[in-house]
């Protein structure tokens, strides 16, 4: 069966800080991952699509490259609203999967 | 702007069915694939259906396989989730959730509703 698998499984960072979370499938899915927050009690928000393209409105602070099988998502300076749960997704086939998500809180 | 907004969320008893809607608004409803996600308490996001653009093309989650059924009703811009046979490990707050690009079946997910919760107990 077709696996997802995300790490860490949560994270505690100061504020400033780069922040890196690896999403790894188990079968090739070429560039179809995107990346969603998720901050507690809210809906998600899409952050990252294709693997590495920034959603309209979202700040450079967030990025995404990878390919095939491995792929990285990284806030390049944490600040206290970037608290929540990260997760991936791929849109390669179905059915769609996501990752068990990536908590984050502030030091 | 894009909206959603879910309704239908309750509590049920084990074995009955319950039926979710999706009501649109802000966008082309006919040019865009449209999704439902669940997340049980305390848990990840699971991807549950999909119902294309065009209503030819329907896709389920193995856990919901012939229980759930994904419908839309283009003259009201809504989507549904008929749910039967519902279980216990069904209890979660579910997500509609539309296609990014439009007139495709793989897509991330740009916009979402609030989510509407659904408790299966006795």
């Known amino acids: 069966d077709f696996q997802m698998t995300q790490s860490p499984s949560s994270l505690s960072a100061s504020v400033g800080d780069r922040v890196t979370i690896t999403c790894q499938a188990s079968q090739d899915i070429s560039m179809s991952v995107n990346w969603y927050h998720q901050k507690p009690g809210k809906a998600p928000e899409l952050l990252i699509y294709h693997a590495s393209r920034l959603e309209t409105g979202v700040p450079s602070t967030f990025s995404g490259s990878g390919s095939g099988t491995h792929f990285t998502f990284t806030i390049s300076s944490l600040q206290p609203e970037h608290i929540g749960t990260y997760y991936c997704?791929?849109?390669?086939?179905?059915?769609?999967?996501f990752g068990p998500g990536t908590r984050i809180e502030i030091k | 702007q894009v909206q959603l907004v879910e309704s239908g969320g309750g509590v049920v008893q084990p074995g009955r069915s319950l039926r979710l809607s999706c009501a649109s608004s802000?966008?082309?409803?006919?040019?865009?694939?449209l999704n439902w996600v669940r997340q049980a308490p305390g848990k990840g996001l699971e991807w549950v259906a999909l119902i294309s653009y065009d209503g030819t093309s329907k896709f389920y989650a193995d856990s919901v396989k012939g229980r759930f059924t994904i419908s839309k009703d283009n003259s009201k811009n809504t989507v549904f989730l008929e749910m039967n046979s519902l279980r216990a490990d069904d209890t979660a707050v579910y997500y509609c959730a539309r296609h990014k690009i439009m007139a495709t079946l793989m897509s991330s997910f740009d916009s979402w509703g609030l989510g509407t919760l659904v408790t299966v107990s006795s």
């Open positions: 997704q791929h849109n390669d086939h179905f059915p769609f999967t």
């Open positions: 802000g966008f082309t409803f006919t040019n865009y694939a």
